[in-house]
């Protein structure tokens, strides 16, 4: 079955990088949906980042956009993403969240039905 497991969270200052890796078992990154996602406490829950496997086409939130960049690695079928000029307002956990179906529709929320466990990025002033 399809698990997927993220990593790379720390703490870090502000203007510091972190990257996150997510691996995926069970089935490949190509031709799928690949999104990274975070979540404070008390707050929403955010899709900050996702990438489509079978063009390499992505797309960021607003939030993170000139900071935030996802890639992927399909001969290790581990989806990145790059994180600089991190601010304390993007201390959450980190998702990694990965779709079953064979198509670009990476919008669509309710797609993402692996989950990992969720790495923690802190930011401090």
């Known amino acids: 079955q399809v698990q997927v497991l993220e990593s790379g969270g720390g703490s870090v200052q502000a203007g510091g990088s972190l990257r996150l890796s997510c691996v995926r078992s069970?089935?490949?990154?190509?031709?799928?949906?690949t999104g990274w996602f975070r979540q404070a406490p008390g707050k929403e829950r955010e899709r900050v980042a996702w990438?489509?496997?079978?063009?390499?086409?992505?797309d960021y939130a607003d939030s993170v956009k000139g900071r935030f960049t996802v890639s992927q690695d399909n001969a290790k079928n581990t989806i990145y993403l790059q994180m600089n000029s991190l601010q304390p307002e993007d201390t959450a956990m980190y998702y990694c969240?990965?779709?079953?179906?064979?198509?670009?529709?990476?919008?669509?929320?309710?797609?993402?039905?692996?989950w990992g466990q969720g790495t923690q990025v802190t930011v401090s002033s």
């Open positions: 969240a990965a779709t079953r179906a064979l198509d670009d529709r990476c919008r669509i929320d309710g797609y993402y039905q692996f």
């Open positions: 069970g089935s490949t990154v190509h031709e799928r949906c």
């Open positions: 990438i489509y496997g079978g063009t390499g086409n992505t």
